[in-house]
Nanobody, 118 residues
Framework: QVQLVESGGDWVQPGGSLRLSCAAS????????MAWYRQAPGKQRELVAA???????NYAESVKGRYTISGDNAKSTVSLQMNSLKPEDTAVYYC????????????WGQGTQVTVSS
């Protein structure tokens, strides 16, 4: 059974930092591209950051320079360090795993709430 379990969501003031973690089980982690998405109320889910199985990363323009995604193959975890948080970063953040080769498989975590407000 595949599980992606997120943690680290919280309330933080603007300018603050949070670190999200996602622990994966039931998959061969090294064969998956991992990503973080977020969904704010009334908005579509959007890609925030991704790290491929080969290690390359990409970020949404809105978070470049503030967020850092990292993966740990030994622990089957992916983390998202979020700095200089803004109220517009408020959303439910979801961990995503997508197999990097056919047959494709995609999995989602249950989400963790990040609230940025004063």
């Amino acid at each position: 059974q595949v599980q992606l379990v997120e943690s680290g969501g919280d309330w933080v003031q603007p300018g603050g930092s949070l670190r999200l973690s996602c622990a994966a089980s039931g998959i061969t982690y090294s064969r998956y591209n991992m990503a973080w998405y977020r969904q704010a109320p009334g908005k579509q889910r959007e890609l925030v950051a991704a790290i491929r199985s080969a290690g390359s990363t990409n970020y949404a323009e809105s978070v470049k320079g503030r967020y850092t995604i990292s993966g740990d193959n030994a622990k089957s975890t992916v983390s998202l360090q979020m700095n200089s948080l803004k109220p517009e970063d408020t959303a439910v953040y979801y961990c995503n795993a997508q197999k990097s080769s056919v047959p494709l498989s995609i999995y989602w975590g249950q989400g963790t709430q990040v609230t940025v407000s004063s």
